[in-house]
């Protein structure tokens, strides 16, 4: 990853991610992070599911929708690229309610209308979370969960050692994904920053997970899981928020 960070003043870099929708969809299919790391753990977060109307915040081409689906939830899912809606279409079936919205903007969906909310790798993009939060708030039940990952507040300062890990930070990193070229920007933020955005927005953090990768990652990753004796590793955080 990119050691190099950037003020807040530079011009921001666009996460367009219909830019390389297929390529990022392809390799996130099988890949460590997302397929062995991410998914389980916010499907393990959800637990028992049967029957709750779940929003997907951010849904990318349809994985968590299809697990939590899968699991005996109703789910719903935005997202702000039309191509990765495009895309979870066509995973999850063209009766399924998937639409075109951007989290910082008002969502197209009335009060109290969810029970859970998932937010899994949507936030770290953006400066401002209190807008994004407010919404999500909104939108569930009282009582109702956000579950959410992030980049890990140690990511940044791991990455560069020059980083102040108490200042909200703007970075960028340079991918492939599956021969498609991509520039990605994330906020760092520490964790009370968090924590503390939570609680304006009307959530109580209930957990804070940093768990291990799915137990198959050790066999399907060697070479990666060996410097991780006992599966854990550092790259996201994990939030399970309750609405007041």
Request: with cysteine; net charge negative; proline share 6%.
């Amino acid at each position: 990853m990119s050691s190099e960070t950037r003020s807040s003043t530079d011009v921001a870099v666009e996460n367009d991610y219909d830019l390389f929708a297929e390529g990022y969809a392809a390799v996130n299919e099988t890949s460590l992070l997302n397929a062995y790391y991410t998914l389980p753990a916010i499907v393990n977060l959800a637990g028992d599911v049967t029957g709750r109307r779940i929003l997907d915040a951010g849904c990318g081409s349809g994985p968590t929708s299809k697990a939590l689906r899968d699991k005996g939830a109703v789910v719903a899912g935005f997202d702000r690229s039309a191509k990765m809606v495009e895309l979870a279409r066509q995973r999850l079936g063209d009766d399924a309610d998937l639409r075109v919205a951007d989290i910082s903007q008002p969502l197209p969906y009335p009060d109290a209308a969810f029970d859970d909310c998932v937010a899994a790798l949507v936030l770290h993009y953006l400066e401002d979370w209190a807008s994004p939060l407010a919404e999500l708030r909104r939108v569930l039940k009282p009582g109702g969960r956000l579950i959410m990952a992030v980049n890990h507040p140690l990511l940044l300062p791991l990455i560069n050692r020059k980083a102040n890990y108490f200042a909200t930070t703007k970075w960028t990193d340079e991918y492939d994904f599956n021969g498609q070229k991509a520039t990605l920007t994330y906020w760092h933020r520490p964790l009370h920053a968090m924590t503390d955005a939570f609680t304006a927005a009307g959530f109580r953090t209930a957990v804070i997970s940093e768990p291990p990768a799915a137990p198959e990652a050790r066999e399907l990753f060697p070479d990666e899981m060996a410097e991780f004796p006992n599966g854990a590793f550092l790259s996201f955080v994990f939030f399970v928020l309750e609405a007041a």
